[in-house]
């Protein structure tokens, strides 16, 4: 049979075949649909300690440790502020340590408060220990706190604060941003610290700017015995 001839039989085959096999492409699984794109959402907002017995809130950021009460270290008392009087009454509310915080080098928010009126009197008065010259007003949420920085160092340890101070509802309210640990150069080898302090008083400054008291001025804190935290 001549070339030309055979392939018009075989292309009319093929037709035929095609028709007999089903060619209607409207019975063939459709493609895989491409998946969507995802709708940006808004981040979720940090869950929030709040506490009715003193008034106040303020954001609990992921990774954080948040505690109850004040952990004891070479320098850094447990006391409700920082260089507290041996005298001194006050209570802890709460602490956030920084994520990363350990042995050589520990990053923590302490919030105290007192009604003791001796305390209320002096509150805003910066420790013994205050850095000369950083003593300064700073606003947080439309409340003006009494802000300066204390150190203090020995064997090798050290520590260091920027202190927030006011009076607000009858009570003295103490903030305390601190780092505090030990010189790395006495392990052999050196040890690494997990963060620089400028870091971590930076990411302890960002969640300050949460806190806010949760009734007016004029309005009094609850009793501790009788409202929860």
Known sequence: MHAGVRGSCLLALSVVLAACSGGNTADAPSPASAPQAETNSAPE????????????????????????DFQSGYLASGAWKAFAAPDSQGEPVLSLTVPGSNHITDAEIRIGASRDPVEVQRCTAPSSAVVAGSVATQRVNGIPFTTFEAADAAMSHHLNVHALRVVHGGACYAIDLMVYGVNPQVY????????????AFGAMRAVIQTFRFERSEGQPAAKASTAAR
């Open 45 to 68: 907002a940090s869950p929030a300690f709040v506490s009715q017995a003193w008034g106040f809130r303020i954001d609990v950021p992921s990774g954080w440790t948040l505690r109850r």
């Open 188 to 199: 052999d080898p050196p040890a690494t610290p997990p963060f620089a302090d400028a870091h």
